[in-house]
């Protein structure tokens, strides 16, 4: 039997917003743009919440729910990787079985860990949640079972500042009730399927399948036939009552793309200012892929007309990069091809997928390398000294418009 945490912590860049700016406490605050812009909220915080605004929600429809005394930010998320990083290595203190799966969230299977806490996993995590608000001034729940599933559940259930331990043998009991769209790892268009045939809760998923093991349906597929979706995902969540980790296997967690896009506040048919502002966002993927330590082999342009209309094109790099050279270079001549003349667009966005880590040393030589070695002295500059302190001429055209969040 083994024993995981699953921690995230509570709306976390508001939550980073109020540990900088503590007079921000006790007032709605919504991340993700100015009052009043076209862009969607990323962050609520719980006051916020109560109002009804919700991750993703129009921050006009966000500014109406919550009338003139709520505060809106853009966002520095590079504050908020520090803060998350800082969690992380705090959350490295206690274990080092650490899988941290999204920027405020990690698995850990603390198993070997517990004797150092009188065997008590609630008290191991209240010392982590006192250790993360005390340095950090950041509250953070945590859910506790024999499986990650239901770590994550219970981390889920009781936010914010939650700690819920499922306890051990107890994870059908805990399951029972719980509705399906609660489940990690079942996507948003399968619940009306689920709901189609009368299921709603978990244990109504695990007496379907129970029901349907002795069926032809099912019977069908131990002779290789296909098996119904839903019937797969109800055996699924069944198996989530009974699935106990027998180890963690943990791998460091790499991006599978890394995406920049920007909606204009105001739609533009520009070409200078789309151009310039594409540059802007590739920088900052490829400012990403140095500091991971990555290279990006894939390049897509994605372009949103003013009918929200979505067009995207991709392309493969000659070899790897995590240069703005090669990558720019691709993502503008895929932007040509996206755009017409006059045409009014609202939103632009570049990814960089196919990424692996860069193993070989650099030997500054080729001009690959060469420019390489620039870009990271200029990251170096502009993380030390500002954005604006040094840059390239082409991202002057978007200088003091509000689409710049260095
Ligand atoms: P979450 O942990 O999903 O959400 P949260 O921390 O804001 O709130 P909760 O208390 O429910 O955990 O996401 C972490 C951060 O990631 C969040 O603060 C903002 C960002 N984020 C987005 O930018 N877009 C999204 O769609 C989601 C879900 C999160
Ligand atoms: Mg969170
Ligand atoms: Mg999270």
């Given at each position: 039997m083994r024993t995981f945490f699953l921690l995230d912590i509570d709306c976390f860049f508001a939550s980073v917003e109020m540990a900088l700016?503590?007079?921000?406490?006790g007032k709605p605050l919504c991340i993700g743009?100015?009052?009043?812009?076209r862009g969607i909220v990323s962050c609520p915080n719980y006051e916020a919440r109560k109002y009804g605004v919700r991750t993703a929600m129009p921050l006009r429809t966000a500014a109406r729910l919550l009338g003139p005394e709520a505060v809106f930010m853009p966002g520095n998320y590079h504050q908020y990787d520090q803060y998350a990083e800082k969690v992380m290595a705090i959350l490295g203190d206690f274990t080092p079985d650490v899988e941290q799966v999204s920027v405020d969230e990690a698995y850990m299977d603390v198993t070997g860990c517990l004797h150092f806490w009188g065997d008590d996993p609630q008290r191991m995590a209240q010392a982590m949640k006192d250790r993360i608000q005390r340095e950090c001034a950041l509250s953070v729940s945590i859910g506790i079972a024999a499986n990650k599933v239901c770590a994550k559940i219970a981390a889920g259930?009781?936010?914010?500042?939650g700690l819920l331990m499922v306890p051990a043998g107890g994870e059908k009991a805990f399951l029972l009730?719980?509705?399906?769209?609660?489940?990690?790892?079942?996507?948003?268009?399968?619940f009306p399927k689920l709901h189609a045939c009368g299921i709603r809760t978990a244990g109504e998923a695990m007496a379907y399948a129970e029901r349907m093991s002795s069926t032809p349906e099912a019977l069908s597929t131990t002779r290789g036939g296909g098996q119904s979706p839903v019937l797969s995902l109800c055996r699924y969540i069944a198996s989530c009552a009974v699935?106990?980790?027998?180890a963690a296997v943990f791998h460091p967690h790499v991006e599978k793309s890394i995406s920049r896009d920007r909606t204009f506040s105001r739609d533009t048919s520009d070409p200078q200012y789309i151009r310039a502002t594409l540059y802007y966002l590739t920088e900052r993927c490829c400012k990403t892929l140095r500091q991971d330590a990555l290279t990006a082999s894939t390049v897509s342009v994605r372009v949103r007309f003013t009918n929200f209309t979505t067009v995207q094109k991709q392309a493969v790099l000659r070899a790897a990069s995590s240069n703005e050279e090669d990558i720019f270079g691709t993502a503008v001549r895929l932007l040509a091809q996206l755009l017409a003349p006059g045409i009014l667009i609202r939103l632009v966005g570049v990814k960089v997928s196919n990424l692996r880590g860069t193993t070989q040393l650099s030997l500054g030589v080729t001009p690959e390398e060469k420019f390489s070695a620039l870009h990271h002295r200029l990251d170096g500059l502009q993380s030390r000294y500002g954005y604006a302190t040094i840059r390239w001429g082409i991202t002057c055209g978007i200088a003091g418009r509000r689409e710049e969040h260095p």
């Open positions: 700016h503590p007079e921000l406490r743009g100015a009052r009043g812009d259930l009781n936010k914010p500042d009730p719980l509705p399906v769209e609660l489940v990690p790892g079942i996507g948003v268009k399968t699935r106990c980790e027998k």
